[in-house]
């Protein structure tokens, strides 16, 4: 079992950076598939990074790349994403999500894989 508690969102101006943060409680010392997703009203919840907590190894959406930073912080059981050169279109819900094992190929589409999610933080860029 984890608990996951976001925070960091917040209002921001076209271009300008964020970091968001998911306090993870629990049963830690398993290996977990660990995401952020997004979602805004009327649109599916995407995928936006992942990261496997057994090999460090990260995924990225297209959107994201180069953008978006994904990473844990062991020592503070965080999940993080630094979130830079912010748009009008990446406001939405961030939610970070958890699932045991590896990261699957279809890790940023099919949330239903995920059992462990947080409650969400606002991300709100503004033009």
């Known amino acids: 079992q984890l608990q996951l508690l976001e925070s960091g969102g917040g209002s921001v101006q076209a271009g300008g950076s964020l970091r968001l943060s998911c306090a993870v409680s629990?049963?830690?010392?398993?290996?977990?598939?660990m995401g952020w997703f997004r979602q805004t009203p009327g649109k599916q919840r995407e995928g936006v990074a992942a990261?496997?907590?057994?090999?460090?190894?990260?995924y990225y959406a297209d959107s994201v790349k180069e953008r978006f930073t994904i990473s844990k912080d062991n020592a503070k059981n965080t999940l993080n994403l630094q979130m830079n050169s912010l748009k009008p279109e990446d406001s939405a819900m961030y939610y970070c999500?958890?699932?045991?094992?590896?990261?699957?190929?279809?890790?940023?589409?099919?949330?239903?894989?995920?059992?462990?999610w947080g409650q969400g933080t606002q991300v709100t860029v503004s033009s």
């Open positions: 990261i496997y907590t057994g090999t460090g190894g990260t």
């Open positions: 629990g049963y830690i010392h398993a290996k977990y598939c």
């Open positions: 999500a958890a699932e045991g094992g590896p990261c699957r190929g279809n890790w940023y589409s099919v949330t239903d894989i995920y059992p462990y």
